[in-house]
């Protein structure tokens, strides 16, 4: 089986290096990167940590508009595809890339595959909702994370290809957070060291970096005083849109003492950061997930989510961008049950969805739009 593979952004990468490494196993794998992350350290360095193998196509095309940066690539992905002439095109999650990848493929009749289908904020002002529903109903193949993910897709009457996998964030994590117990210095390099035998440090980890956080000066600004009022120390990797905006609000000379602003973090620090941290706040969605599945209680700054799971028992709690809501769910919230640790899956979510595409792809199966029928 041939399989293009569209990755374009960070989360894309983190979620790509399990699948790639079972697909490539027994099939051929071109891999796409439409350039959507550049930065090196948004980018490179998870292809490196994460042993990816190096793109064979990288399109540049770098940030823009949405409209142009997904006309864009829909034009040079299709350029790549009538090259390659794959038997099925693999996609991620809810970016642009996703989107102009799905459709894409789908255009020229090639199978398309999206993991981590099925998702649904019900929020149509977020630019990735859109993603997620225009791919999910383009889509011939669809591996949902969740159950919840699996009856939003019925819901909107997808239920042919639809299969429940389990996440492959899970595998990921998984996969690494050993190895970034053992090679991580991030503790050290940022004096968070944990007294002896203490599992979790008296700090907390912040990312923010959804459009309606970063570029509306008084979420942005909110968020920032509410991070100040919390007290404790708070590291703070910050997204390239991030800072682009805590300078144009003139924020980012004037931040709180105990914020301390990073670059973007490589993966496996910030597994050891957050695995240790006191509680994490966070607009980001694998973030989330992350924070439950390390038991780290966790502050949404958002008013909904997509991995509504993590909001049962009280691992995770949405506060949107109120500066009082934030402040005080930081200070008291504490979950009321264990976590139900098989939720998104046990870490095989990777080989299960290439042994589902390498079934469904056999000669004799049969496609029609989103339905797979045996001959
Ligand atoms: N992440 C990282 N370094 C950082 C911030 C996030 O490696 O400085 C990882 C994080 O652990 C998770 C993924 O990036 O695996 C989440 O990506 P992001 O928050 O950019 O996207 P979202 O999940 O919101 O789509």
Not at 128 to 155: G, K, W, Y
Not at 215 to 222: A, F, G, H, P, Q
Request: aromatic content about 6%; proline content about 5%.
């Amino acid at each position: 089986m041939k399989i293009v593979t569209i990755v374009g952004a960070r989360p894309q990468f983190i979620k790509c290096a399990p699948v790639s490494r079972a697909l490539r196993a027994e099939h051929e794998e071109i891999l796409v990167h439409t350039g959507q992350h550049y930065d090196a350290n948004m980018s490179e360095v998870f292809f490196t940590e994460l042993a990816i193998p190096a793109p064979d196509y990288n399109l540049g095309i770098g940030s823009g508009p949405q409209g142009e940066q997904t006309g864009r690539m829909l034009a040079e992905i299709e350029k790549v595809l009538q090259k390659e002439q794959p038997d099925m095109v693999l996609v991620y999650g809810d970016t642009n890339s996703t989107l102009a990848g799905a459709l894409a493929a789908v255009k020229l009749h090639i199978l398309v595959a999206h993991v981590e289908a099925g998702l649904r904020s019900f929020d149509r002002s977020m630019p990735e909702e859109i993603n997620r529903i225009m791919a999910d109903h383009i889509s011939d193949l669809l591996f949902c994370p969740t159950q919840t993910a699996v009856d939003n897709l019925a819901a909107e009457g997808i239920t042919k290809g639809v299969y429940l996998t389990g996440d492959v964030m899970v595998d990921a994590l998984l996969y690494n957070t050993g190895i970034a117990e053992q090679s991580s210095t991030v503790l050290e390099d940022l004096n968070l060291e944990l007294e002896q035998d203490l599992v979790k440090g008296e700090y907390y980890v912040a990312t923010v970096h959804r459009a309606s956080n970063t570029d509306t000066e008084k979420n942005l600004s909110s968020i920032v005083e509410a991070f100040g009022e919390i007290g404790l120390p708070i590291v703070f990797p910050a997204h390239p849109r991030t800072v682009k905006y805590l300078k144009e609000y003139g924020l980012y000379d004037r931040l709180p003492e105990n914020i301390t602003l990073t670059e973007p973090l490589p993966y496996l620090d910030m597994l050891h950061l957050m695995r240790h941290a006191k509680m994490i706040l966070t607009d980001s969605g694998g973030v989330q997930k992350e924070a439950y599945i390390l038991k780290v209680p966790c502050v949404t700054l958002r008013e909904n989510t997509e991995w509504v799971e993590t909001l049962d028992d009280g691992w995770n709690v949405l506060v949107g961008a109120n500066r009082e809501r934030i402040v005080d769910m930081a200070r008291r919230m504490v979950p009321n049950a264990q976590q139900q640790m098989d939720l998104f899956g046990k870490g095989e979510s990777a080989v299960r969805i290439c042994e589902l595409m390498q079934s469904l792809s056999l000669p004799g199966t049969k496609i029609t739009g989103s339905s797979f029928q045996q001959k």
